[in-house]
């Protein structure tokens, strides 16, 4: 049965045969995935090859819903990159990120005057206008991080990881945290934003099963604020922060909504409130402003 997300455009039934079509694809690959061994050439492979297939049917659910699709490296993400800057604090500072997609937020870093490295598992269709628009500040590689070895290691100042941890495989999602500890130097930066699997499934999943349970396609791993922070601190990361609401461009300028172990303290008070008293009951919306999906950490 189909089900209909209250925060989204309603689904016309073209639209939903493409969805299912796309969940019963995604649950497919998973299995193969998982039966992949970790950190293996045949993994990373069979990623490249669902991300593809996914990227072709989003596109066409998106025309279909009369949008465009959002793999654009050219959406406005300033506010993201003035929350990065606000995080780091720092004059100039060297940033790479893990699962760039189509660039937007590489090259609203690389317009602030940052290097900015975005990578991806496959080329977005913008990355070379982006290079020659920021004069090569931003600059892009297609790269699976979780079975390459050839990076510049311990030369970064901030690692962002913007909705794309929750796609790391079992197996292989910790020694991703450990190389990314090794890309940043001391005192960088690493910031995640992830959806928590108390508001979910978010992945295609969510349009096929009820809410509270877990994802069962793309999403490998959703995490609680918990549970990431205790995979931070399991892989060397310590300083813990956290937004004010929602995501990474809830950074504000605005002293008192700008980074904060505060907010860290909030979203898991409301976190335990959720998880005791049903969050199915909750909107969507509300949870996410009460506990944001993104939290950074400082390699010791």
């Known amino acids: 049965m189909f089900i209909h997300q209250p925060d989204e455009p309603t689904a016309s039934q073209e639209v939903q045969v493409l969805l299912r079509e796309l969940y019963e694809l995604e649950k497919k690959y998973r299995s193969q995935v998982l039966a992949s061994p970790p950190g293996s050439a045949q993994r990373a492979e069979l990623g490249r090859a669902v991300f593809c297939e996914i990227y072709s049917y989003l596109d066409r659910i998106f025309q279909k819903q009369g949008l465009q699709f959002y793999s654009s490296g050219f959406a406005d993400k300033s506010d993201c990159a003035a929350s990065i800057r606000n995080l780091s604090g720092a004059r100039d500072a060297r940033c790479i990120e893990i699962g760039a997609g189509g660039g937007s937020l590489c090259h609203a870093i690389a317009k602030t005057g940052w290097p900015a490295l975005g990578l991806d598992i496959v080329e977005g269709p913008d990355w070379k206008k982006i290079t020659t628009q920021t004069a090569g500040r931003a600059e892009f590689r297609v790269c699976d991080i979780t079975i390459e070895n050839d990076l510049p290691w311990g030369t970064f100042d901030i690692c962002i990881m913007d909705g794309a941890l929750e796609h790391i495989p079992d197996g292989d999602y910790m020694p991703v ?41 793309g999403h490998y791993n959703e995490r609680t604020v ?9 892989s060397g990361f310590c300083g813990f922060k956290s937004v004010v609401a929602r995501d990474i461009n809830f950074g504000s300028r605005l ?10 303290l909030r979203a898991l008070f409301f976190e335990g409130l959720f998880s005791v008293f049903l969050p199915q009951f909750i909107k969507k919306s509300y949870f996410s402003i009460l506990v944001p999906c993104a939290v950074a950490a400082r390699k010791r």
């Open 255 to 264: 002293p008192l909504m700008n980074w904060s172990g505060l907010w860290l």
């Open 177 to 217: 945290l450990k190389k990314v500890w090794k890309l940043l130097k001391p005192g960088g930066w690493f910031v995640v934003s992830m959806p928590n699997p108390l508001s979910g499934p978010h992945d295609v999943s969510k349009y096929f099963v009820a809410r509270g349970r877990p994802a069962e396609c």
């Open 226 to 234: 918990r549970q990431l922070l205790r995979d931070f601190k399991n």
